[in-house]
Nanobody, 128 residues
Framework: VQLQASGGGLVQAGGSLRLSCIVS????????LAWFRQPSGKEREFVTS????????YYVDSVKGRFTVSRDNAKNTLYLQMNNLKPEDTADYFC??????????????????????WGQGTQVTVSS
């Protein structure tokens, strides 16, 4: 199983980036997917998740209205469109996958232990 994240970089505040995560080695359409981020020296935190079909999403309050998660089940790829970036969005971003019978409640979706597979991080730096 491999989750390969890419798309990070350096951007000015107010700018945009699109992260991608290509997943291989598991039945993509059977997995709930998520993005987490980890600022330097801090705990890894939940950003957003998306259901198996892509019809349901959940965001942490700090990114609502600015970030959009999506998935292409035909391409085995998860995306994160990040607009109006702020310096506080600076972090390593990680994609994650969880085998789930259904899209769980928010408490479960935000839990790192719910996700059995993780990609390597892609660094996002937002300058002020």
């Amino acid at each position: 199983v491999q989750l390969q994240a890419s798309g990070g970089g350096l951007v000015q505040a107010g700018g945009s980036l699109r992260l991608s995560c290509i997943v291989s080695g598991l039945p993509f359409g059977s997995y709930v997917l998520a993005w987490f981020r980890q600022p330097s020296g801090k705990e890894r935190e939940f950003v957003t998740s998306i259901s198996k079909s892509g019809q349901s999403t959940y965001y942490v309050d700090s990114v609502k209205g600015r970030f959009t998660v999506s998935r292409d089940n035909a391409k085995n790829t998860l995306y994160l469109q990040m607009n109006n970036l702020k310096p506080e969005d600076t972090a390593d971003y990680f994609c994650a996958a969880a085998f789930a019978a259904r899209y769980s409640g928010s408490h479960t979706l935000k839990s790192k232990s719910f996700y059995g597979y993780w990609g390597q991080g892609t660094q996002v730096t937002v300058s002020s």
